[in-house]
């Protein structure tokens, strides 16, 4: 049994980079897994995210596929209770805090528990903030509710902090996937300065220097998922350095 809580804390007090690929599992096809996973493999991936606000698979066979072909923590990144599978790891139990729609605050978490008490999964307990990127996201419209402001950042802040305060394991801030604008190192950096749980980044990392602001302002966790779907050539700019050719 893995203890993927306790292996981000380590990694998070040893300042190892942890990154979390996103998959989803409508955009990803089951034939392509494995060269996909060997990808992940050879790259400085940590984790791997399965899951999105709008999918529709059967998603057990795809973590399987995905689970043949790699060692690392796979975890759900669940939209709805629809994609709780028995074959992840764990899961990010996520509260939408920076909305107020009840559904998404208690209600889906009580409709998940009769499924997940039949699974093994870790159950991590995440507040989940959506901030404004510019344009409407998907997790906006199945939510209904409204992103934060970018420039409100001691809202952000507090409402982060409260998260914790109610007992929350990690605080993932998402700008939404494919945002235009990952988030801002300033919010990042307030944001972490007053937690003591790991701080999870995701929405609109597309390049190394985005990964390395995110890291700098002190993202525990960064998370790409669209980046890696368009161009799966990314993967060369963040291979491990044993899989790096040197030139001589
Ligand atoms: C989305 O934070 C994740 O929920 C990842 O976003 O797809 O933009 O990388 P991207």
Same mark, same amino acid.
């Given at each position: 049994? @893995?203890?993927? &809580?306790?292996?981000?804390?380590?990694?998070?007090?040893?300042?190892?980079?942890?990154?979390? /690929?996103?998959?989803?599992?409508?955009?990803?096809?089951?034939?392509?897994?494995?060269?996909?996973?060997?990808?992940?493999? =050879?790259?400085?991936?940590?984790?791997?995210? /399965?899951?999105?606000?709008? %999918?529709?698979?059967?998603?057990? *066979?795809?973590?399987?596929?995905?689970?043949?072909?790699? +060692?690392?923590? %796979?975890?759900?990144?669940?939209?709805?209770?629809?994609?709780?599978?028995?074959?992840?790891?764990?899961?990010?139990?996520?509260?939408?805090?920076?909305? =107020?729609?009840?559904?998404?605050?208690? !209600? @889906?978490?009580?409709?998940? /528990?009769?499924?997940?008490?039949?699974?093994? $999964?870790?159950?991590?307990?995440? !507040? &989940?903030?959506?901030?404004?990127?510019?344009?409407?996201?998907? %997790?906006? +419209?199945?939510?209904?509710?409204?992103?934060?402001? =970018?420039? #409100?950042?001691? $809202?952000? =802040?507090?409402?982060?902090?409260?998260?914790?305060?109610?007992?929350?394991?990690?605080?993932?801030?998402?700008?939404?996937?494919?945002?235009?604008?990952?988030? #801002?190192?300033?919010?990042?950096?307030? /944001?972490?300065?007053?937690?003591?749980?790991?701080?999870?980044?995701?929405?609109?990392?597309?390049? @190394?220097?985005?990964?390395?602001?995110?890291?700098?302002?002190?993202?525990?966790? %960064?998370?790409? !998922?669209?980046?890696?779907?368009?161009? *799966?050539?990314?993967?060369?700019?963040?291979?491990?350095?044993?899989?790096?050719?040197?030139?001589?």
């Amino acid at each position: 049994m @893995k203890n993927l &809580y306790k292996d981000i804390i380590i990694n998070s007090q040893i300042a190892k980079t942890q990154l979390a /690929v996103l998959i989803d599992p409508d955009k990803m096809e089951i034939k392509n897994i494995s060269s996909f996973i060997g990808k992940v493999n =050879r790259s400085i991936a940590t984790h791997i995210f /399965v899951g999105g606000s709008e %999918v529709d698979t059967n998603i057990d *066979e795809q973590i399987l596929e995905i689970k043949s072909h790699t +060692k690392l923590p %796979v975890i759900l990144f669940p939209g709805d209770t629809n994609q709780i599978s028995p074959e992840a790891d764990g899961i990010l139990f996520l509260s939408l805090i920076s909305g =107020r729609n009840p559904d998404y605050l208690i !209600g @889906k978490h009580v409709e998940a /528990v009769p499924k997940l008490s039949t699974t093994n $999964l870790e159950i991590l307990p995440t !507040g &989940y903030l959506l901030v404004e990127n510019g344009k409407k996201t998907s %997790v906006e +419209k199945v939510s209904k509710t409204t992103p934060m402001l =970018r420039a #409100d950042i001691d $809202l952000i =802040r507090d409402t982060a902090k409260a998260g914790e305060l109610l007992g929350m394991k990690l605080i993932y801030l998402e700008a939404g996937s494919g945002a235009i604008q990952p988030i #801002d190192s300033d919010i990042i950096s307030k /944001v972490k300065g007053s937690l003591n749980i790991p701080l999870i980044i995701g929405g609109g990392i597309k390049t @190394k220097q985005d990964l390395n602001n995110a890291y700098g302002a002190g993202a525990d966790i %960064v998370v790409v !998922g669209t980046a890696f779907e368009k161009d *799966e050539s990314f993967f060369e700019d963040l291979l491990k350095p044993e899989f790096k050719i040197t030139a001589n």
